[in-house]
């Protein structure tokens, strides 16, 4: 899969992190845009050509959740990776809707995993 | 026991008659006697207005007639009548029970005459000579039917006229054997208005023409010993009443200040049983199981079985049926309640309120106290137990009431603390979770720079070691929130008061996205009564989730789905149908059981863990094929009450057909 040309867009409200998951997927090798709320984030979605959305669930404003059914309402073939804090959700509604569920760590190889198995997925289905 | 009209009994001539046919020294010498006889009466009322008490006025009754320095009889009894077994019974007797024993009295009384007060005194304060005891005890086993005495004399006597006989077979059967004179008299105790008794008194040596001269004397004694006894009596019944109103007042005083039923109910049993001279009390309340046992009480060492409790009980309702206090066993009825052993008597009176039988009162095993007393419950008892019942009745129940809303108040605030206590371990629950994910973001901040930090420097960077540190001990972190999140999870009960319509809505929003992809009618049908229901929303939409993803998966392009909510009597139902094929009953069977799926996607464990979280709160999911819609869901939640109600996974493989599957 070429990772050059994917978009990946970033919903986290806390700007640290937001720092650190750019650099570090810039690093991978996506463009990496960033929204901090889930509204900012629809907006985004609209304007520019995301590939992949990482969302963090707990937000002020628009919650995770919500947030991830106006995502796929607009696109609804739109790989979504949670990013949460919150565990408790992995096995209530990460299946469905999103793509993966991931826990929020310091470690940030798995997400990373995750974000490349999707992308592949929606490779492989558009191929299709 | 008819006796004609003796020949031989003879009433006595009047003083006055004889008088005429005497001369002056004669007549003189009778009216000394008369003053004689005057002044011993006299002696003798003395002693009888000493005493109020019936047994003591009787042995001075008798003594004045067996002393001899008064009325010089050999020997004499007292026979009462009980008006209510009309019965003329023998109650104490006077004398040697033979002839040998007399003449030895007789020998003793020519040495040191005593007099009559010193007799009476003797009498009274020491126990019966072995002569009386023996006596006294023959003559107490006597019982005579009042209405088979016929015309003889002790039915003269109670018609009130006494008077002498000089051959026993006048006396009926027993009394004939140790009265057999040669001669004596009956003499009536007569009281104001009725006769008492009798009292038999005869001579076996002397005279027979003696008994007659006495007569008129103790004719006299015998009427101021009915007048002094029942008097007694009378005072006797005044003093019952009174302690009964007494205690009657005191236990309403009782009822009105306290508050406790076990102990009313003790003082109910114990005040009935010590007013009624019974050895025992028991009282019975009416429960579910029909009477049972609440209080007992008894003198000292009262026998208790299973068999006394079983007869008791059946007096008891015996009462209760008829509404009346009963009387059972006692020397008359001895029959109808064998199971209440020898000679023991019941007094039931059956605890009423408006009409409606709420319990019963018994006492039994009546304690004769002295002689006189009879040995069994008599009106007095049988009145005041039924006095007892109805004013305590009103009082108990009124306990019970009591009694039953304190349990229920308890039982409101135990539950009221345990959901506070929930809300609160919720709230602590809420909090450490809330502060463990407050830290998680910048922790992840910290190690992830942590990490890109150590990632760019070298090998041998001095600085190396201390980032490495500082990346595992941020992993330490996280693992200690993970624990510590999980551990939150686990004591923080989820249950809420939420809106099913609501939630619904929330999940159905979800949907969304899938629904128009497989472009899919969705009927939505919210009832518009749904209470908020006590529930944990995240499970209850993962269960309407699950559900509604099975739906998805059976209903064909372009089909429908129909949601709908409705509140029945006791359950709101949630139903989730889709117009897909038929599933056929196997299929249908195994919808539950976990990892059994023919989906090639999914683990099978969707519909299983809706099945244990909708039991969790106390529902049930049930699922029918019909003719409109290929497969209905119906999820069923209790209106009130989350008891949970789980079941293992080995529990299910084993259910029948029939209980899932509605009629369809």
């Known amino acids: 899969m070429a990772v050059v040309n994917k978009t990946i867009l970033i919903v986290e409200d806390d700007e640290s992190l937001v720092d650190l998951y750019s650099l570090e997927f810039q690093d991978e090798g996506y463009r990496v845009l960033a929204a901090t709320s889930g509204e900012r984030a629809l907006a985004r979605v609209q304007e520019d050509a995301v590939d992949l959305v990482v969302l963090d669930l707990k937000m002020e404003g628009m919650d995770g959740l919500t947030t991830l059914g106006e995502l796929l309402r607009v696109r609804r073939d739109l790989p979504v990776v949670i990013n949460s804090?919150?565990?408790?959700?992995?096995?209530?509604?990460?299946?469905?809707?999103?793509?993966?569920?991931?826990?929020?760590?310091?470690?940030?190889?798995e997400?990373?995993?995750?974000?490349?198995?999707?992308?592949?997925?929606?490779?492989?289905?558009?191929?299709? | 026991m008819s006796d004609p009209l003796p020949h031989r009994f003879c009433t006595p001539r009047s003083r006055a008659h004889a008088a005429r046919d005497l001369d002056p020294a004669g007549q003189v010498a009778l009216l000394e006697r008369e003053l004689a006889d005057l002044e011993l009466l006299f002696r003798v009322v003395n002693?009888?207005?000493?005493?109020?008490?019936?047994?003591?006025?009787?042995?001075?009754?008798?003594?004045?007639?067996?002393?001899?320095?008064?009325?010089?009889?050999?020997?004499?009894?007292?026979?009462l009548v009980d008006e209510e077994a009309g019965t003329l019974r023998g109650y104490l007797a006077v004398g040697p029970q033979s002839r040998e024993a007399a003449q030895e009295i007789w020998t003793d009384m020519e040495r040191e005459p005593l007099p009559l007060e010193e007799l009476v005194r003797l009498a009274l304060g020491s126990a019966p000579g072995p002569g009386d005891a023996a006596l006294s005890a023959r003559v107490k086993a006597l019982s005579y039917p009042i209405a088979a005495l016929g015309a003889g004399p002790l039915a003269k006597a109670l018609e009130g006229a006494g008077g002498c006989f000089e051959a026993p077979d006048v006396l009926p059967a027993g009394l004939r054997d140790m009265f057999d004179g040669p001669s004596g008299f009956v003499v009536p105790l007569r009281a104001t208005e009725r006769v008492l008794g009798v009292v038999v008194?005869?001579?076996?040596?002397?005279?027979?023409?003696?008994?007659?001269?006495?007569?008129?004397?103790?004719?006299?004694?015998?009427h101021q010993a009915g007048l002094a006894m029942g008097n007694a009596q009378q005072l006797n019944e005044v003093r019952i009443r009174a302690a009964q109103l007494g205690t009657l007042h005191e236990l309403g005083k009782h009822f009105l200040a306290v508050q406790d039923l076990g102990w009313s109910l003790h003082?109910?049993?114990?005040?009935?049983?010590?007013?009624?001279?019974?050895?025992?009390?028991?009282?019975?309340?009416?429960?579910?199981?029909?009477?049972?046992?609440?209080?007992r009480w008894a003198a000292g060492d009262a026998p208790a079985s299973a068999e006394l409790d079983a007869a008791l009980i059946q007096v008891a309702m015996e009462a209760t049926r008829c509404g009346e206090t009963v009387l059972a066993g006692g020397p008359e009825n001895a029959g109808a309640h064998a199971g209440l052993g020898e000679g023991r008597s019941v007094l039931c009176a059956p605890l009423l309120v408006r009409g409606r039988v709420i319990g019963a009162l018994a006492v039994y095993d009546h304690i004769a106290m002295g002689s006189f007393e009879p040995s069994a419950f008599d009106r007095h008892d049988r009145q005041f137990l039924g006095t007892l019942a109805d004013q305590a009745a009103n009082a108990v129940e009124n306990l019970r009431l009591m009694e039953s809303t304190r349990q229920s108040e308890q039982r409101l605030r135990e539950t009221q603390a345990l959901l506070l206590r929930n809300e609160k371990l919720a709230a602590l629950g809420e909090m450490s979770a809330k502060v463990a994910h407050e830290i998680r973001n910048p922790l992840a901040a910290i190690g992830g720079f942590a990490r890109r930090v150590t990632r760019s420097l070298g090998q041998s960077d001095p600085n190396r070691e201390a980032m490495e540190l500082i990346v595992r001990e941020t992993e330490r972190l996280e693992r200690i929130l993970s624990?510590?999140?999980q551990f939150a999870q686990l004591s923080r009960p989820r249950l809420q008061m939420e809106d099913l319509n609501k939630v619904l809505g929330e999940t159905l929003q979800l949907l969304g996205p899938a629904l128009?992809?497989?472009?899919?009618?969705?009927?939505?049908?919210?009832?518009?009564?749904?209470?908020?229901?006590?529930?944990?929303?995240?499970?209850i939409k993962q269960v309407l989730l699950n559900i509604l993803q099975n739906a998805l998966q059976n209903v064909s392009h372009g089909g429908r789905v129909r949601v709908e909510t409705r509140r029945l009597p006791e359950f709101v139902e949630v139903d989730v149908a889709n117009d897909g094929p038929k599933?056929?009953?196997?299929?249908?069977?195994?919808?539950?059981?976990?990892?059994?799926?023919?989906?090639?996607?999914g683990t099978g464990l969707g519909l299983a863990v809706a099945d244990q979280i909708v039991r969790e709160h106390g529902g049930e999911i049930r699922v029918r094929s019909d003719s409109d819609w290929g497969c209905v869901f119906s999820v069923v939640l209790p209106l009130e009450g989350n008891t949970d109600r789980r079941r293992h996974v080995a529990d299910r493989r084993s259910r029948s057909r029939t209980d899932r599957r509605e009629a369809a």
């Not at chain 1, 997400?111 to 299709?128: D, S």
């Not at chain 2, 109020?52 to 026979?79: F, K, Q, V, W």
């Not at chain 2, 008194?201 to 015998?222: I, N, Q, T, W, Y």
């Not at chain 2, 049983?273 to 009477?291: I, P, Q, Y």
């Open chain 1, 85 to 109: 804090a919150y565990p408790a959700f992995k096995h209530d509604f990460g299946a469905w809707g999103a793509e993966a569920y991931v826990v929020k760590s310091a470690n940030l190889d």
């Open chain 1, 111 to 128: 997400l990373k995993c995750r974000v490349r198995e999707a992308l592949q997925r929606r490779e492989q289905v558009q191929a299709a």
């Open chain 2, 47 to 79: 002693l009888m207005h000493a005493t109020l008490d019936p047994e003591h006025i009787a042995r001075i009754t008798l003594t004045s007639m067996t002393a001899g320095t008064a009325l010089g009889m050999n020997r004499a009894a007292m026979l």
């Open chain 2, 201 to 222: 008194a005869d001579r076996f040596a002397g005279e027979p023409s003696a008994s007659g001269e006495r007569l008129a004397l103790a004719l006299e004694v015998a």
């Open chain 2, 267 to 295: 003082m109910l049993v114990r005040c009935a049983s010590e007013v009624t001279s019974a050895r025992a009390g028991v009282v019975w309340l009416s429960g579910e199981k029909g009477l049972q046992i609440e209080s």
């Open chain 2, 483 to 485: 624990e510590q999140l």
């Open chain 2, 516 to 539: 128009g992809e497989r472009k899919v009618r969705l009927i939505k049908r919210l009832g518009p009564d749904i209470p908020p229901l006590l529930l944990d929303p995240d499970k």
């Open chain 2, 583 to 601: 599933i056929p009953g196997e299929v249908m069977e195994r919808l539950f059981v976990p990892f059994c799926t023919s989906r090639e996607h």
